[in-house]
Nanobody
Framework: QVQLVESGGGLVQGGGSLTLSCAASGIIFSLFDMGWYRQAPGKQRDLVASISSGNRANYADSVKGRFTISRDSAKKTVDLQMDGLKPEDTAVYYC?????????????WGKGTLVTVAS
């Protein structure tokens, strides 16, 4: 059974920092690309940052220079360090694991963790 469990969300003042963590189980972690997405009320779910199985990171323009994604294959975790938080970063943050095959992709999602940034 695949599980992705996010933790680390909460309420923080603008300019502050939070670290989100996603613990994966039931998958061969090293074979999966991992990502953090977020969804604000009334908006679509968007990519925040991703990190490939080969440790290549990619960021949304809105978080470049403020957020850092990292993965630990031994612990099967992917973290999102968020600095310089802004009220517009308020959203539910979701962890995703993806593995691509020649004809299809396999996605797994966590249930999300809420980040609220006060102005």
């Amino acid at each position: 059974q695949v599980q992705l469990v996010e933790s680390g969300g909460g309420l923080v003042q603008g300019g502050g920092s939070l670290t989100l963590s996603c613990a994966a189980s039931g998958i061969i972690f090293s074979l999966f690309d991992m990502g953090w997405y977020r969804q604000a009320p009334g908006k679509q779910r968007d990519l925040v940052a991703s990190i490939s199985s080969g440790n290549r990171a990619n960021y949304a323009d809105s978080v470049k220079g403020r957020f850092t994604i990292s993965r630990d294959s031994a612990k099967k975790t992917v973290d999102l360090q968020m600095d310089g938080l802004k009220p517009e970063d308020t959203a539910v943050y979701y962890c995703k694991a993806r593995r691509d095959f020649p004809d299809y992709g396999m996605d797994y999602w966590g249930k999300g963790t809420l980040v609220t940034v006060a102005s």
